[in-house]
Nanobody
C-alpha cells in the first residue's frame, strides 16, 4: 500500500499564491507519475497537473501559466505552486500517484485525502 498525505491548502485572496505538497510513503513501490486533481461539489474530479518520473508535465488549460507542478523523487514528494489564483480555482485538491509495486506488473492508483483551497474574490 501507498499512503499519500497532502498539506498546504487554505484560504487566499484572488491574485494570491499557495503551494500544496504531497508525500508518498509505503514500501516496495516505484512511482511512475504523480499529479493533482481538483473537485467541486456536483462536478467530476478534474486533472490539474501531472508529472511523470522523467519530468514531463502536463496541465489543464485553465491553469497553464499560473500553476507549476514539481517533484522531488528522492523524497517521493510532489508540489503544486499556484499563482494568480482565481475564485474559480476553489476546490478540494487531491494528490494522485500512479505506482508500480515491486515484483508486479501494472499500475495502481492511490489518492490522498484532499486539501481544501479557497480563493476569495
Amino acid at each position: 500500500q501507498v499512503q499519500l498525505v497532502e498539506s498546504g491548502g487554505g484560504l487566499v485572496q484572488a491574485g494570491g499564491s499557495l503551494r500544496v505538497s504531497c508525500v508518498a510513503s509505503g514500501s516496495d513501490f516505484r512511482i511512475n507519475a504523480m499529479g493533482w486533481y481538483r473537485q467541486v461539489p456536483g462536478k467530476q474530479r478534474e486533472l490539474v497537473a501531472r508529472i511523470i518520473s522523467g519530468g514531463t508535465t502536463n496541465y489543464a488549460d485553465s491553469v497553464k501559466g499560473r500553476f507549476t507542478i514539481s517533484r522531488d523523487n528522492a523524497k517521493n514528494t510532489v508540489y503544486l505552486q499556484m499563482n494568480s489564483l482565481k475564485p474559480e480555482d476553489t476546490a478540494v485538491y487531491y494528490c494522485n500517484a500512479e505506482v508500480v509495486v515491486v515484483g508486479t506488473v501494472g499500475l495502481l492508483f492511490f489518492w490522498g485525502q484532499g486539501t481544501q483551497v479557497t480563493v476569495s474574490s
